[in-house]
Protein backbone atom coordinates (compact mmCIF):
# COMPACT_ATOMS: atom_id res chain seq x y z
CA UNK A 1 0.00 0.00 0.00
CA UNK A 2 2.89 2.25 1.39
CA UNK A 3 4.87 1.72 -2.13
CA UNK A 4 2.30 3.02 -4.41
CA UNK A 5 2.42 6.81 -3.24
CA UNK A 6 6.10 7.74 -3.98
CA UNK A 7 5.02 5.79 -7.37
CA UNK A 8 2.20 8.34 -7.97
CA UNK A 9 4.20 10.88 -7.18
CA UNK A 10 7.26 10.12 -9.23
CA UNK A 11 5.09 9.62 -12.45
CA UNK A 12 3.09 12.93 -11.76
CA UNK A 13 6.60 14.97 -11.43
CA UNK A 14 7.69 13.40 -14.58
CA UNK A 15 4.93 14.69 -16.32
CA UNK A 16 4.30 17.65 -14.99
CA UNK A 17 8.42 17.82 -16.27
CA UNK A 18 7.92 17.30 -19.58
CA UNK A 19 4.75 20.37 -19.63
CA UNK A 20 6.15 23.61 -20.11
CA UNK A 21 2.14 25.49 -19.92
CA UNK A 22 4.07 29.53 -19.06
CA UNK A 23 3.03 30.25 -15.32
CA UNK A 24 0.53 32.71 -14.88
CA UNK A 25 0.63 35.85 -13.06
CA UNK A 26 -1.03 35.71 -9.65
CA UNK A 27 0.54 31.80 -9.03
CA UNK A 28 3.97 31.47 -6.96
CA UNK A 29 6.95 31.62 -8.70
CA UNK A 30 8.74 28.20 -8.15
CA UNK A 31 12.15 28.25 -6.89
CA UNK A 32 15.00 28.07 -8.66
CA UNK A 33 18.54 26.87 -7.41
CA UNK A 34 20.97 28.49 -9.26
CA UNK A 35 24.17 26.26 -10.39
CA UNK A 36 26.02 28.57 -10.88
CA UNK A 37 26.62 32.56 -10.26
CA UNK A 38 28.47 35.46 -11.09
CA UNK A 39 28.33 39.09 -10.20
CA UNK A 40 27.20 38.39 -6.40
CA UNK A 41 24.52 36.90 -7.58
CA UNK A 42 22.58 34.63 -4.50
CA UNK A 43 22.07 30.92 -4.61
CA UNK A 44 18.91 30.28 -5.19
CA UNK A 45 15.40 32.80 -5.85
CA UNK A 46 14.35 32.09 -2.24
CA UNK A 47 16.70 34.46 -0.85
CA UNK A 48 15.18 37.26 -2.90
CA UNK A 49 12.41 37.41 -0.31
CA UNK A 50 11.75 40.60 0.06
CA UNK A 51 13.15 42.06 -3.38
CA UNK A 52 11.37 42.91 -6.51
CA UNK A 53 13.08 40.57 -9.09
CA UNK A 54 12.88 40.33 -11.95
CA UNK A 55 13.71 36.91 -13.78
CA UNK A 56 15.74 37.79 -17.66
CA UNK A 57 15.48 34.60 -19.26
CA UNK A 58 17.84 35.31 -21.74
CA UNK A 59 20.46 33.26 -24.64
CA UNK A 60 23.92 34.12 -25.77
CA UNK A 61 23.29 33.44 -29.60
CA UNK B 1 18.37 49.76 -14.80
CA UNK B 2 20.03 47.48 -11.75
CA UNK B 3 22.30 50.07 -10.81
CA UNK B 4 19.04 52.81 -11.06
CA UNK B 5 16.90 50.87 -8.56
CA UNK B 6 18.65 48.29 -6.79
CA UNK B 7 18.53 50.51 -4.07
CA UNK B 8 14.95 50.40 -3.78
CA UNK B 9 14.80 46.64 -4.04
CA UNK B 10 15.19 45.38 -7.51
CA UNK B 11 17.44 42.96 -8.39
CA UNK B 12 17.24 41.84 -11.91
CA UNK B 13 18.75 38.69 -12.43
CA UNK B 14 19.93 36.52 -16.10
CA UNK B 15 19.08 33.33 -16.00
CA UNK B 16 20.29 30.74 -18.96
CA UNK B 17 20.52 27.19 -18.94
CA UNK B 18 24.06 27.51 -21.37
CA UNK B 19 27.26 25.68 -20.79
CA UNK B 20 29.26 27.44 -17.80
CA UNK B 21 32.65 28.88 -20.32
CA UNK B 22 29.70 30.19 -22.44
CA UNK B 23 28.47 32.20 -19.97
CA UNK B 24 31.60 33.01 -18.63
CA UNK B 25 33.10 34.71 -22.08
CA UNK B 26 29.23 36.20 -22.81
CA UNK B 27 29.38 38.43 -19.74
CA UNK B 28 32.99 39.36 -20.02
CA UNK B 29 32.43 40.55 -24.00
CA UNK B 30 29.20 42.09 -22.86
CA UNK B 31 30.95 44.01 -20.12
CA UNK B 32 27.03 42.30 -17.57
CA UNK B 33 27.53 43.60 -14.10
CA UNK B 34 24.41 42.64 -12.89
CA UNK B 35 23.97 39.39 -11.94
CA UNK B 36 23.41 36.02 -14.08
CA UNK B 37 22.92 32.13 -13.36
CA UNK B 38 22.92 28.94 -15.13
CA UNK B 39 19.58 27.48 -13.65
CA UNK B 40 19.48 24.07 -16.13
CA UNK B 41 15.56 23.34 -16.47
CA UNK B 42 14.32 26.87 -15.18
CA UNK B 43 12.87 28.29 -18.29
CA UNK B 44 11.45 24.81 -18.81
CA UNK B 45 9.77 25.35 -15.14
CA UNK B 46 8.66 28.66 -16.14
CA UNK B 47 7.21 27.51 -19.44
CA UNK B 48 8.82 30.40 -20.89
CA UNK B 49 8.98 29.42 -24.72
CA UNK B 50 10.88 32.23 -26.54
CA UNK B 51 14.13 34.09 -26.04
CA UNK B 52 14.60 36.60 -24.06
CA UNK B 53 11.58 35.39 -21.72
CA UNK B 54 11.19 37.98 -18.85
CA UNK B 55 8.76 37.07 -15.22
CA UNK B 56 8.84 39.68 -12.58
CA UNK B 57 8.46 37.98 -9.03
CA UNK B 58 7.11 40.01 -6.31
CA UNK B 59 8.60 40.40 -3.04
CA UNK B 60 6.34 37.76 -1.61
CA UNK B 61 7.04 35.21 -4.33
CA UNK B 62 4.29 36.17 -6.53
CA UNK B 63 4.56 36.55 -10.37
CA UNK B 64 3.40 39.78 -11.49
CA UNK B 65 4.44 39.88 -15.26
CA UNK B 66 4.43 36.70 -17.83
CA UNK B 67 6.70 37.64 -21.27
CA UNK B 68 3.01 37.86 -22.59
CA UNK B 69 3.60 41.30 -21.05
CA UNK B 70 7.35 41.48 -22.60
CA UNK B 71 9.96 43.78 -20.45
CA UNK B 72 8.41 45.73 -18.00
CA UNK B 73 8.77 49.59 -18.46
CA UNK B 74 10.59 51.81 -16.11
CA UNK B 75 7.69 53.20 -14.61
CA UNK B 76 5.81 50.29 -14.29
CA UNK B 77 8.81 48.94 -12.24
CA UNK B 78 9.08 52.35 -10.25
CA UNK B 79 5.52 52.15 -9.45
CA UNK B 80 5.93 48.23 -8.02
CA UNK B 81 8.94 49.25 -6.07
CA UNK B 82 6.59 51.16 -4.10
CA UNK B 83 5.07 48.74 -2.47
CA UNK B 84 8.32 47.41 -1.72
CA UNK B 85 9.43 46.93 1.94
CA UNK B 86 13.17 46.01 2.55
CA UNK B 87 13.58 43.47 5.32
CA UNK B 88 15.83 45.76 7.77
CA UNK B 89 19.41 44.98 7.76
CA UNK B 90 20.72 42.01 10.28
CA UNK B 91 23.81 42.40 11.85
CA UNK B 92 25.79 39.52 11.39
CA UNK B 93 26.10 38.79 15.19
CA UNK B 94 25.04 34.88 16.92
CA UNK B 95 22.43 37.09 19.49
CA UNK B 96 20.85 37.57 15.85
CA UNK B 97 20.24 33.91 15.03
CA UNK B 98 16.73 32.42 16.29
CA UNK B 99 15.56 35.89 14.55
CA UNK B 100 17.06 35.41 10.86
CA UNK B 101 16.37 31.74 11.32
CA UNK B 102 12.96 32.11 12.23
CA UNK B 103 12.73 34.74 8.99
CA UNK B 104 14.74 32.04 7.03
CA UNK B 105 12.16 29.69 7.30
CA UNK B 106 9.06 32.21 6.97
CA UNK B 107 8.02 31.18 10.34
CA UNK B 108 6.15 34.09 11.13
CA UNK B 109 4.80 33.32 14.44
CA UNK B 110 8.22 32.88 15.98
CA UNK B 111 9.32 36.10 14.13
CA UNK B 112 6.34 37.67 16.33
CA UNK B 113 6.66 35.50 19.62
CA UNK B 114 10.62 36.46 19.08
CA UNK B 115 10.15 40.29 19.20
CA UNK B 116 7.95 40.66 20.95
CA UNK B 117 9.83 38.52 24.19
CA UNK B 118 13.54 40.24 23.42
CA UNK B 119 12.07 43.38 23.04
CA UNK B 120 10.16 43.07 26.97
CA UNK B 121 13.55 42.85 27.96
CA UNK B 122 15.02 46.06 30.42
CA UNK B 123 18.65 44.85 29.90
CA UNK B 124 19.07 45.15 26.19
CA UNK B 125 21.57 47.49 24.91
CA UNK B 126 20.36 50.29 22.85
CA UNK B 127 21.76 49.03 18.94
CA UNK B 128 20.24 45.62 19.49
CA UNK B 129 16.57 47.22 20.23
CA UNK B 130 16.97 49.50 17.79
CA UNK B 131 17.52 46.99 15.57
CA UNK B 132 14.74 44.91 16.95
CA UNK B 133 12.55 47.61 16.68
CA UNK B 134 13.09 48.25 12.99
CA UNK B 135 11.87 44.15 12.12
CA UNK B 136 9.09 44.79 14.61
CA UNK B 137 7.97 47.37 12.36
CA UNK B 138 8.55 45.52 9.21
CA UNK B 139 6.65 42.61 10.49
CA UNK B 140 3.74 44.84 11.06
CA UNK B 141 3.56 46.22 7.80
CA UNK B 142 3.75 42.54 6.21
CA UNK B 143 1.20 41.52 8.70
CA UNK B 144 -0.56 44.44 7.11
CA UNK B 145 0.31 43.67 3.53
CA UNK B 146 -0.50 40.17 3.95
CA UNK B 147 -4.29 41.08 5.23
CA UNK B 148 -5.29 43.14 2.28
CA UNK B 149 -3.42 40.88 0.07
CA UNK B 150 -6.03 37.45 1.65
CA UNK B 151 -8.39 40.22 0.70
CA UNK B 152 -7.84 40.82 -2.90
CA UNK B 153 -7.16 37.00 -3.31
CA UNK B 154 -10.98 36.73 -1.67
CA UNK B 155 -12.51 38.63 -4.53
CA UNK B 156 -11.25 36.26 -7.27
CA UNK B 157 -11.73 35.93 -9.95
CA UNK B 158 -9.16 33.27 -10.36
CA UNK B 159 -10.18 31.25 -7.43
CA UNK B 160 -8.14 28.35 -7.94
CA UNK B 161 -4.40 29.48 -7.77
CA UNK B 162 -6.20 32.09 -4.67
CA UNK B 163 -6.93 28.67 -3.04
CA UNK B 164 -3.42 27.61 -3.51
CA UNK B 165 -1.71 31.05 -2.28
CA UNK B 166 -3.79 31.02 0.62
CA UNK B 167 -3.23 27.80 1.64
CA UNK B 168 0.40 28.52 1.77
CA UNK B 169 -0.59 32.20 3.71
CA UNK B 170 -2.48 29.97 6.63
CA UNK B 171 0.70 27.13 6.21
CA UNK B 172 3.40 30.23 6.81
CA UNK B 173 1.01 32.79 9.53
CA UNK B 174 0.16 30.06 11.33
CA UNK B 175 -0.51 31.06 15.16
CA UNK B 176 -1.50 34.65 14.40
CA UNK B 177 -4.25 36.44 13.02
CA UNK B 178 -3.82 36.73 9.40
CA UNK B 179 -3.72 32.67 9.32
CA UNK B 180 -7.30 32.66 10.50
CA UNK B 181 -8.16 35.25 8.02
CA UNK B 182 -6.72 33.25 5.14
CA UNK B 183 -8.95 30.13 6.67
CA UNK B 184 -12.37 32.67 6.78
CA UNK B 185 -11.45 33.20 2.87
CA UNK B 186 -11.06 29.31 2.37
CA UNK B 187 -14.27 28.38 4.23
CA UNK B 188 -16.13 30.84 2.04
CA UNK B 189 -15.04 29.34 -0.89
CA UNK B 190 -15.61 25.87 0.12
CA UNK B 191 -19.52 27.11 1.11
CA UNK B 192 -19.94 28.78 -2.31
CA UNK B 193 -21.39 26.68 -5.49
CA UNK B 194 -20.66 29.65 -7.89
CA UNK B 195 -16.66 29.48 -6.45
CA UNK B 196 -16.73 25.81 -5.99
CA UNK B 197 -17.38 25.45 -10.06
CA UNK B 198 -14.73 27.82 -10.87
CA UNK B 199 -12.36 26.55 -9.00
CA UNK B 200 -13.21 22.87 -10.86
CA UNK B 201 -13.35 24.49 -13.69
CA UNK B 202 -9.57 25.97 -13.18
CA UNK B 203 -8.26 22.54 -12.14
CA UNK B 204 -9.91 21.07 -15.22
CA UNK B 205 -7.93 23.67 -17.37
CA UNK B 206 -4.50 22.62 -15.43
CA UNK B 207 -5.10 19.15 -16.80
CA UNK B 208 -6.16 19.77 -19.91
CA UNK B 209 -2.69 21.88 -20.34
CA UNK B 210 -0.86 19.17 -18.86
CA UNK B 211 -1.89 16.47 -21.21
CA UNK B 212 0.13 18.22 -24.00
CA UNK B 213 3.22 19.90 -24.67
CA UNK B 214 2.99 23.23 -26.52
CA UNK B 215 6.53 23.25 -27.09
CA UNK B 216 6.17 20.09 -29.49
CA UNK B 217 4.32 21.69 -32.51
CA UNK B 218 2.40 18.26 -33.52
CA UNK B 219 0.94 18.54 -29.94
CA UNK B 220 0.28 22.21 -29.87
CA UNK B 221 -2.31 21.63 -32.75
CA UNK B 222 -4.34 19.05 -30.16
CA UNK B 223 -3.95 21.41 -27.52
CA UNK B 224 -5.36 24.37 -29.31
CA UNK B 225 -8.37 21.49 -30.29
CA UNK B 226 -8.71 20.65 -26.74
CA UNK B 227 -9.02 24.21 -25.23
CA UNK B 228 -11.59 25.33 -27.90
CA UNK B 229 -13.61 21.76 -26.58
CA UNK B 230 -12.82 23.54 -22.93
CA UNK B 231 -14.03 26.85 -23.76
CA UNK B 232 -17.38 25.63 -25.04
CA UNK B 233 -17.91 23.34 -21.65
CA UNK B 234 -16.90 25.74 -18.85
CA UNK B 235 -18.47 28.92 -20.70
CA UNK B 236 -19.25 31.82 -18.59
CA UNK B 237 -16.11 30.80 -16.37
CA UNK B 238 -12.71 32.44 -15.55
CA UNK B 239 -10.86 29.26 -16.52
CA UNK B 240 -12.69 29.77 -20.15
CA UNK B 241 -11.73 33.31 -20.28
CA UNK B 242 -8.22 32.09 -19.81
CA UNK B 243 -8.02 29.16 -21.98
CA UNK B 244 -9.34 31.19 -25.01
CA UNK B 245 -6.47 33.85 -23.86
CA UNK B 246 -4.15 30.99 -24.35
CA UNK B 247 -5.71 29.74 -27.44
CA UNK B 248 -5.22 32.46 -29.20
CA UNK B 249 -1.64 32.83 -28.20
CA UNK B 250 -0.69 29.01 -29.27
CA UNK B 251 -1.71 30.34 -32.71
CA UNK B 252 -0.10 33.10 -33.21
CA UNK B 253 3.02 31.77 -32.69
Redesign the interface.
Given at each position: MNRRVPLAATAAALFAAAVPAQLQKGTTAPDIVFAKTWNEAPVSLAELKGKLVMLDFFATW | MHDKFSDA????????D?A?Q???D??EAKG?????????G????????F??????????????????DRM?SEEW?KK??ES????PELPDESRYDPLRKAWEK?DYAKVESHLTRTLAKDNLDDEERTVLEAHQAYFNSLIERTSKQIQKLGEGP?YW??T??LE?LQKEFKGLPVADEAEGVLDRFDSDDQIKKEISASRALEKV???????KISQRKKLVEALAQFEEKFAGTHAAS?ASALRLRLAQE
Open positions: - | GLVIIGVSEEKLAHIIRYPVVRAPAMGDYGGRYPSYFTVSPDGEILTTPDPLALVVLINDNAKRKQSRFDANE
